[in-house]
């Protein structure tokens, strides 16, 4: 970890990026306030300290053996039977029949017996302060479980106001709540102050303003939350892929490339589109070795499919970094892999002119004849010709240059050519004592 957040630092600061972004702004605005600690201790004192009816507490201590000893059902039975007479006895039975429902497992109904419980134990707010702070976070995640977004968004937000903390955990199930909503503006406020009241930066305040900001089509919002979330916890593997893809959506191609390297430098990128991302990255930003390099390393290794236009890529630029040869190898695995006569057609031509530019003639030969004999009956193949009569001329076999140069003569659009390399062919072998 210490290697690669050295890495990060080194970067980010050639990149032209604060570390200081990492953090989050402070005294975010969430729409609500919670009290001070004055006026928590206040509304503290102020809080009736009440008592159960000795019927209803001999029911309760009951009900809480059974519960002791796994016999929740019992224990709600028991509960159930409570002679409840007070305000503050039905809300204090409720409370534990809510919590005790809500412990059921296999039970589908369990969470909306214990929401119902749960709410008849906090309306007339006459609970103990744990107690009633207790039952409300509860009742905000029974209806974040049963999907009641809005219902556990007003909940948790009661519960932050009643305890007068920032409670980092609920704020995020606040946030998520309105990620579910659709309401990107939302959510992304209360991420920022779940950061801002966590000890140590933890993901899921990032993924939440991460989503959030690209479902509303802010990339460069986006790419400030990735930037800060790769400063703080460089060991996201996701995000620094995705802050790469984000930077080249935006046109930043040599951030792009430069995060992108950083990911695979680290052991980051994982799936054949990761590494195929970074393979144009490097072609665009005119680096087509390394772009090469890296996808038949890949394609090798299995983690790039080695599929025709994968090997045909590769080859591509090859020929851009002037590997001729290398480039003439890739174009041979694509004719291999290729399944229509047509693509094999195509490499086996840029296969010859690879072997052409590497002056590998005698080896162009056999390519440029494999493209002629894929050719479709009455399609041009006078520049496959010509290529092939350069391939023989320049490897001395000049009876076959001029026959090839005589074939290309016989299609329009390189007659007058073909016409002209014909004769220079047959000078050139009479010259040198060969007869044609």
Not at 194 to 205: G, S, V
Not at 239 to 248: A, K
Request: proline content about 3%; glycine content about 4%; some cysteine.
């Amino acid at each position: 970890m210490k290697t690669i957040t050295t890495t990060v630092c080194a970067v980010f600061v050639a990149m032209g990026l604060s570390l200081a972004s990492a953090n989050a702004q402070q005294s975010t605005d969430v729409g609500f306030t919670i009290p001070n600690a004055e006026q928590l201790q206040a509304a503290k004192d102020n809080r009736r300290s009440q008592a159960l009816g000795d019927r209803v507490a001999r029911r309760v201590m009951a009900a809480y053996e059974l519960y002791e000893a796994e016999d929740v059902r019992a224990a709600i039975v028991e509960l159930q039977e409570a002679p409840s007479r007070t305000d503050y006895d039905r809300a204090y039975v409720a409370r534990f029949m809510g919590s005790m429902y809500a412990s059921l497992e296999n039970d589908d109904n369990a969470n909306r017996q214990a929401i119902e419980q749960l709410e008849m134990s906090v309306e007339p707010d006459i609970l103990s302060f744990a107690d009633h702070s207790a039952s409300l976070q509860l009742l905000g995640n029974l209806h974040l479980i049963e999907e009641n977004y809005e219902e556990a968004i007003g909940y948790l937000q009661s519960y932050l106001q009643f305890v007068g903390e920032w409670n980092p955990d609920v704020l995020v199930r606040m946030a998520s709540a309105y990620m579910e909503l659709k309401q990107y503006d939302r959510v992304i406020p209360l991420a920022e102050k779940a950061l801002e009241n966590m000890d140590e930066p933890h993901r899921n305040p990032y993924v939440l303003m991460i989503a959030a900001n690209y479902e509303k089509g802010d990339t460069l919002a986006t790419i400030a939350v990735l930037e800060r979330g790769v400063v703080a916890l460089p060991a996201e593997r996701a995000w620094w892929v995705q802050l790469g893809m984000m930077y080249n959506l935006n046109e930043q191609y040599e951030k792009a490339l430069a995060t992108m390297r950083i990911s695979y430098d680290a052991g980051y990128l994982r799936s054949s589109n990761d590494h195929r991302a970074l393979v144009q990255l490097y072609a665009n930003n005119g680096v087509p070795y390394y772009a090469a390099e890296i996808m038949t390393r890949h394609i090798d290794s299995g983690v790039i499919e080695g599929t025709d236009r994968n090997y045909a890529t590769a080859a591509r630029t090859y020929n851009t970094a002037r590997e001729f040869l290398k480039s003439a190898e890739a174009y041979a695995d694509a004719v291999r892999e290729a399944e229509f006569d047509d693509d094999r057609m195509d490499y086996s031509r840029r296969q010859g002119e690879a072997l052409l530019l590497a002056q590998e003639y005698r080896r162009a030969i056999a390519p440029f004849r494999e493209a002629i004999n894929l050719m479709p009956n009455g399609e041009d193949a006078g520049r496959l010709y010509m290529s092939l009569a350069e391939a023989y001329f320049y490897s001395n076999q000049y009876q076959q240059a001029y026959d090839a140069a005589q074939s290309a003569a016989r299609f329009s659009s390189t007659r007058r050519n073909a016409e002209g390399w014909a004769q220079y062919i047959k000078d050139t072998a009479e010259r040198r004592g060969v007869n044609i």
